[in-house]
T-cell receptor, first 117, second 117 residues
Framework: AQKVTQAQTEISVVEKEDVTLDCVYE???????LFWYKQPPSGELVFLIR??????QNEISGRYSWNFQKSTSSFNFTITASQVVDSAVYFC??????????????FGSGTKLNVKP | GAVVSQHPSWVICKSGTSVKIECRSL??????MFWYRQFPKKSLMLMAT?????????EQGVEKDKFLINHASLTLSTLTVTSAHPEDSSFYIC?????????????FGPGTRLTVL
């Protein structure tokens, strides 16, 4: 079963619009970490945020905000007032705190965001 | 922050040749390194996990003899694609983790784009 689901394959918005990228995860562990990464056309992954399972406080960083809801196993990412530079593929990832699997990452399929001027 | 480099950043080779990709942690000791493969417009798929001084653990479906991984030191892991064929063309990304107690965070390299002619 897929551990991380990003149902939105591609989203197109016009600059200055707000956009939310969805992420739903599945795990039996009580301790786990969730991540968001940005992958611009260059290919290099850019770390955006890490959240552990015990911290459900939502976070805001500039135009970025994250909504962690354990009750629905979701970790959604919102970009406010989107800009063309936000155009990229965004990946959500889960890492379970299991010493047996070396804390490996499970990536979602990614959401391609197109921000048009 | 922790920096991971990869070399080369891109490589083009003829079918049948072997290609070695290096992954280095520049400012920390990486007890565990991961190798991912990413096809165009697809997600990152974990290929293998390597711990310094021991054999790599390969994911199901990944050919061990095809993709040789060596993690000989705490700062270097190599992936060798043996007898490469066009279907091995892909974007290969490595990541490194410092200690088992870190926040499950992995630091990603910039990736290596392999094209097999």
């Amino acid at each position: 079963a897929q551990k991380v689901t990003q149902a939105q394959t591609e989203i197109s918005v016009v600059e200055k619009e707000d956009v939310t990228l969805d992420c739903v995860y599945e795990t039996r562990d009580t301790t786990y970490y969730l991540f968001w990464y940005k992958q611009p056309p260059s290919g290099e992954l850019v770390f955006l945020i890490r959240r552990n399972s015990f911290d459900e406080q939502n976070e805001i960083s500039g135009r970025y905000s994250w909504n962690f809801q354990k009750s629905t196993s979701s970790f959604n990412f919102t970009i406010t007032a989107s800009q063309v530079v936000d155009s990229a593929v965004y990946f959500c990832a889960l890492s379970e705190f299991s010493r047996d699997n070396f804390n490996k990452f499970y990536f979602g399929s990614g959401t391609k965001l197109n921000v048009k001027p | 922050g922790a920096v991971v480099s990869q070399h080369p950043s891109w490589v083009i080779c003829k079918s049948g040749t072997s290609v070695k990709i290096e992954c280095r942690s520049l400012d920390f000791q990486a007890t565990t390194m991961f190798w991912y493969r990413q096809f165009p417009k697809k997600s990152l798929m974990l290929m293998a996990t390597s711990n310094e001084g021991s054999k790599a653990t390969y994911e199901q479906g990944v050919e061990k003899d095809k993709f040789l991984i060596n993690h000989a030191s705490l700062t270097l892991s190599t992936l060798t694609v043996t007898s490469a064929h066009p279907e091995d063309s892909s974007f290969y990304i490595c990541s490194a983790r410092d200690t088992p107690t870190s926040n499950n965070e992995q630091f990603f390299g910039p990736g290596t784009r392999l094209t097999v002619l």
